[in-house]
């Protein structure tokens, strides 16, 4: 008798199975990739954080000055009150640059830049004198915004002399001290590059009665600091016109005068 057929053999054994399809992701295995993620973004973010902050690599080991002409390096870096190895991240530049102004006066400006991955570079610019100020026998330097930022004890040279008079007592108390020597500093930054190689000295008897001495016994009536620009323009041409006279007068730069010979 013959035996059944290959047919009727799959039909007793049900459809052939192919190979086995792969598990389907489902909510468990989000999660686990969720999870994942989550912890390698808390290792990168502590891997960071221990870096900066905790490492010894990103810290504080060279301190640069650059700019000084009076001031020495190693005053800024100790105005700068920075601790070696202090962690760069941590260093508050604004914090720095303010204290730098405040504990050297003579300081103008100055810029506290990282360098990674151990300084930190101190950019200094020094104010420069325009004038000086008699002091108990010696001399506040003062700049072109009329700031006294230090005392010295000989002028520096080719500095003007800044001399406050006493032809009206009340100037001071009216102006105030600052408010005056203000005044004259900005008439030097007015004055022609000639005339102020020659200057002497700046009275300033108040806030408009301002004057120069020259050398070889020349003087300028200024009178106030306002109208500076034409009142070099001005004093220029008129001591063309007469290059012997002595005196100039200025303080009306529309009606000028000059006398003496």
Avoid: C
């Amino acid at each position: 008798m013959a035996g059944p057929t290959t047919a009727e053999r799959g039909k007793r054994q049900g459809p052939v199975s192919g190979p086995p399809r792969p598990p389907r992701l489902g909510r468990l295995s989000r999660s686990r990739r969720l999870i994942i993620s989550s912890a390698v973004v808390a290792l990168l973010v502590g891997g960071t954080i221990w870096l900066l902050y905790g490492s010894s690599w990103l810290r504080v080991r060279h301190i640069s000055v650059s700019g000084t002409r009076v001031l020495t390096p190693a005053q800024v870096r100790e105005a700068a009150g920075i601790t070696p190895g202090t962690p760069l991240v941590s260093l508050d530049t604004g914090a720095i640059e303010a204290r730098l102004r405040q504990k050297l006066p003579r300081i103008d400006s100055v810029s506290a830049v990282r360098s990674w991955p151990h300084g930190i570079g101190l950019k200094v610019t020094e104010r420069a004198p325009v004038l000086v100020l008699g002091n108990g026998g010696k001399f506040d330097e003062v700049d072109r915004s009329g700031v006294r930022f230090a005392t010295v004890t000989k002028p520096p040279k080719g500095v003007p002399e800044a001399e406050l008079t006493a032809g009206r007592p009340d100037a001071r108390l009216r102006f105030g001290t600052e408010r005056l020597l203000r005044a004259a500093a900005q008439v030097t930054q007015d004055l022609p590059a000639a005339v102020t190689r020659d200057l002497r000295r700046v009275k300033v008897g108040s806030y408009d009665s301002i004057s120069l001495e020259l050398g070889h016994g020349r003087t300028v009536l200024w009178g106030s600091e306002e109208k500076g620009r034409v009142k070099a323009v001005t004093l220029t041409a008129l001591m063309k016109a007469a290059p012997r006279a002595r005196h100039f007068d200025v303080s009306v730069p529309s009606a000028p005068a000059s006398a003496g010979s």
